[in-house]
Nanobody, 126 residues
Framework: QVQLVESGGGLVQAGGSLRLSCAAS??????????MGWFRQAPGKEREFVAT????????LYADSVKGRFTISRDNAKNTMYLQMNSLKPEDTAVYYC?????????????????WGQGTQVTVSS
């Protein structure tokens, strides 16, 4: 079982930056055995993929809408994943969720994730 807790959300002006964190507590398996991802859901919209990272952090994948602005990373020694968000836009406003899957390979498909955090709100004002 894995518990995921996001933090770092908030209100920021367009062009600003935020850093989200996802702290994981895992029983039975170490954090490094899980590929991780970030997803987001805006009001009235479907949950969408943002970024994903493999078990070691050596491979990452981004949605086109955030490529070049967001950076996903992880620190397996701290059981924590991060999402550095720069040049934020109002359309980035959403609840951001971290997710973990029982596989070392990353995935952009939400259905392939086994564990989810409760989400953290990010609001970008224009």
């Amino acid at each position: 079982q894995v518990q995921l807790v996001e933090s770092g959300g908030g209100l920021v002006q367009a062009g600003g930056s935020l850093r989200l964190s996802c702290a994981a507590s895992a029983s039975g398996r170490t954090f490094s055995w899980y590929a991780m991802g970030w997803f987001r859901q805006a009001p009235g919209k479907e949950r969408e993929f943002v970024a994903t990272i493999n078990w070691s952090g050596s491979n990452t994948l981004y949605a086109d809408s955030v490529k070049g602005r967001f950076t996903i990373s992880r620190d397996n020694a701290k059981n924590t994943m991060y999402l550095q968000m720069n040049s934020l836009k109002p359309e980035d406003t959403a609840v951001y969720y971290c997710a973990g899957r029982k596989n070392t390979v990353y995935s952009g498909n939400a259905k392939e994730y086994d564990y989810w955090g409760q989400g953290t709100q990010v609001t970008v004002s224009s």
